[in-house]
């Protein structure tokens, strides 16, 4: 049994094939949490905890006369609020006597077998091979009777423990939340902890930065209305000398594509506290007598064996146990064009055909045709809203288009962005009241559209009803699903003035029934999320988008460090990249070689391309088929950090059984007469002989990780090896 309850010393301990969790319902009857680590056996790890009388940090009442038990130095499984643990807390409520506490103690627990659902938010599955089991503790303030009931499941052979969280007001007076997060983790000794975050900009997705913990609080989050591109609902904690081969890592992955908040406090004591969940900042939401609230769920991994064995942990859980499409497994991914970079929005019928001609030869799919093609639309000024083809552009209709499409045998995409509206469109004139904009100020400008009130069923309903029709009108294989600005004016007209700390997370709950309403009723297509590039790229959409667009910045040498990114937590699968006219200097081999450490496509204008550049990226998209096994189903490593000096960026994917490798080498500059240099060779099998390339000259598995592999350094500068490694029988 993976979870276990031991009556007498009151314990709860999770276990997975590597890791165990414990808490215990310790003095004074407080939920404290005692170790998340490498696995031990059911013992009662509460020897570790120390109590002293710590000046100026208070003591509960219960404990009387006693000054050896604070709350400000035990280690809590969820806190308590303002109830003298002055660190970083999980909640923040205002009760119905207009007191700001809460003082939750457990009063109940259940386990049971399989996974917890969230009724309203995306969660991660169990699949029909895992052996998962479901903890649930309920907290209940005894004042208020409000109660916090703590979810864990528990993925014994993925080494994952997922936590959410559900508040219940059980009292008779409504209560307001001001902060609720999902997770709260405590460690006895963070003194020598780092925090590893992904930080980025538009453009510039997921770049890594690595931070000690120092005595004060660390806050990694989003207010902008979604995950953003400026930070990623993902963190690790690790040791100071973790590398990618060693130490222990702990991630958090927040299942949420809104405001979200990560904080990291190392206390007075250098015990460090994180907690993650729902960003508060202008967060405050009611909730009446038997009113409920579910806090997103944090997948969490821990390993001592380095950022890498973290890395997989995650790609391992999120290729199978995210998203239900069967475009993860079944079906496999399809070469795609897209016509943003070819044409923008100068595009009609005639244009995209002859495209989708040019791009047969080049081994290519599926067209997606993107913005552009609807509404009055020749420029990003007007026509958001309007999900209307466009007959000015599309002349021949959009079912004669497809079928043109379809008569080459490819197949076809289309581009919307459900999320917005153009103030110069129909939609707007006709109900100004469904975008968000705070009456009497003038809304924020970004490019030059206006977001819907996605927590308005109306505006819900009319988003189902006209994409839908789209969607089953014409043959439509794939849809890329984007949103271009980030939520300023925060307000809904069809909530009371006392509600409107409640718009962000409702936008949220909105845009996930749109989606659950658009993309889980026609699951034979395939959708892509976008967000101005990768500005949204996050576990919960995950859950409905097999892939997601990693950047508007198709530039191949900023791709390294966007794909190795995104890599610590994402797998290849998820990376829409593609092959683009930026970057002239560098060889569209090369860029083949970046895009195929993704979902691999073209963003170009085909018909510009030789005959020669033609035939060139035939080969590529059919080595991409190749070695789809390896890049998508593989174990992924970086083997060198694209951030760091050096005049090589390489990665590496091998299959699970270690039969079969792609050694990818991106030359980034070189030096003058500069020294050799090697590419160490990670996850083969030692004992093993492969073949490089289909060279009958066989090297062992032990010879290519440990001497590694000599890169020829007379080439041109952006040049890219790939090395494909075959076990010999
Ligand atoms: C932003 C996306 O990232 C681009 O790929 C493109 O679809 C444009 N939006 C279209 O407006």
């Given at each position: 049994m993976a979870i276990l309850f031991n009556e007498k010393a009151k314990t709860f301990t999770l276990h997975t094939r590597n890791t165990s969790y414990q808490m215990k319902i310790g003095s004074f009857d407080y939920l404290l949490h005692l170790y998340y680590g490498p696995c031990v056996p059911?013992?009662?790890?509460?020897?570790q905890i120390m109590e002293y009388d710590r000046g100026f940090s208070g003591n509960p009442y219960e404990s009387r006369n006693a000054r050896t038990f604070s709350l400000d130095a035990q280690p809590q499984e969820f806190t308590t609020y303002r109830q003298g643990d002055f660190r970083i807390s999980s909640i923040e409520v205002i009760n119905g006597d207009g007191s700001y506490c809460y003082h939750g103690k457990p009063v109940d627990y259940k386990i049971s077998q399989g996974k917890y659902k969230l009724d309203t938010l995306p969660c991660v599955f169990a699949s029909e091979t895992d052996t998962v089991h479901t903890l649930e503790v309920t907290l209940c303030d005894a004042a208020s009777n409000l109660k916090v009931i703590l979810l864990y499941s528990v993925f014994e052979e993925a080494d994952i423990i997922t936590r959410s969280v559900k508040v219940l007001n059980a009292g008779d007076k409504a209560v307001h939340l001001k902060k609720i997060m999902s997770v709260c983790l405590d460690f006895l000794n963070g003194a020598n902890l780092d925090l590893v975050s992904l930080p980025g900009r538009y453009g510039q997705e997921r770049q890594v930065e690595r931070q000690p913990m120092t005595h004060h609080i660390h806050s990694i989050g989003s207010i902008r209305g979604s995950s953003s591109h400026q930070q990623n609902p993902f963190v690790i904690l690790c040791d100071r000398e973790a590398t990618e081969d060693y130490g222990w890592c702990y991630g958090f992955s927040l299942m949420y594509s809104g405001n979200f908040l990560a904080e990291a406090e190392l206390d007075q004591y250098d015990q460090l506290r994180l907690v993650m969940g729902i960003n508060p900042n202008s967060f405050l939401y009611e909730l009446k007598p038997g009113g409920t609230f579910e806090g997103p769920e944090v997948v969490m991994a821990f390993t001592c064996r380095g950022f890498t064995a973290l890395s997989h942990i995650y790609h391992d859980f999120y290729r199978t146990n995210l998203c239900r499409s069967k475009f993860v497994g079944e079906v496999k991914r399809p070469v795609l064009i897209n016509s943003w970079e070819a044409a923008f929005m100068n595009f009609d019928d005639v244009k995209l055909v002859e495209i989708a001609k040019a791009a047969k030869n080049m081994g290519v799919d599926l067209l997606v045709m993107d913005d552009g093609w609807f509404g009055k639309r020749d420029d990003d000024n007007s026509g958001l809203?309007?999900?209307?083809?466009n007959e000015n552009k599309i002349k021949c209709g959009l079912h004669r288009l497809v079928e043109q499409i379809n008569a080459l045998d490819m197949k076809f995409g289309i581009w919307f962005e459900p999320e917005m509206v153009s103030e110069d469109s129909d939609l707007y004139r006709a109900h100004p009241d469904w975008a968000m904009e705070i009456p009497g100020r003038h809304g924020v400008r970004s490019r030059n559209q206006l977001a819907l009130d996605m927590s308005r069923r109306d505006v819900q309903d009319y988003l189902i009803e006209k994409i839908n029709a789209i969607l089953d009108d014409a043959n439509i294989y794939y849809v890329k699903w984007d949103i271009n600005r980030s939520l300023a004016d925060i307000w809904s007209n069809s909530l009371p003035a006392g509600n409107q700390g409640e718009v962000c997370h409702r936008y949220i709950l909105g845009l996930y029934r749109v989606m659950d309403e658009i993309i889980l009723t026609h699951p034979h297509i395939l959708f892509e999320g976008c967000s101005g590039g990768g500005g949204r790229f996050d576990p919960a959409m995950l859950s409905y988008y097999p892939q997601y667009w990693v950047s508007d910045n198709n530039n191949p040498i900023d791709r390294l460090k966007l794909h190795y990114g995104t890599s610590f937590v994402y797998p290849t699968c998820t990376m829409g990249a593609h092959i683009s006219d930026s970057g002239r200097f560098v060889p569209l081999e090369t860029k083949a070689v970046v895009a195929m450490c993704g979902t691999f496509g073209y963003e170009l204008?085909?018909?510009?391309?030789?005959k020669k550049e033609q035939k060139l990226c035939k080969k590529q998209s059919d080595l991409f088929r190749k070695y789809y096994h390896i890049t998508f189903w593989g174990d992924f490593y970086r083997l060198t950090d694209p951030f760091k000096a050096g005049n090589m960026t390489a990665w590496q994917h091998v299959t699970k059984d270690k039969k079969e490798s792609l050694l990818s080498v991106v030359v980034t500059s070189l030096t003058c007469n500069g020294p050799q240099e090697y590419i160490k060779a990670k996850g083969l099998d030692p004992k093993a002989m492969y073949s490089l390339n289909g060279s009958r000259e066989l090297r062992s598995g032990s010879a290519l990780m440990n001497a590694g592999i000599p890169i020829?350094?007379?080439?041109?500068?952006y040049s890219a090896f790939q090395f494909h490694l075959v076990k010999a029988d």
């Open positions: 059911d013992e009662d790890m509460s020897y809203g309007d999900w209307y083809v204008d085909a018909t510009h391309l030789s020829n350094r007379e080439v041109p500068e």
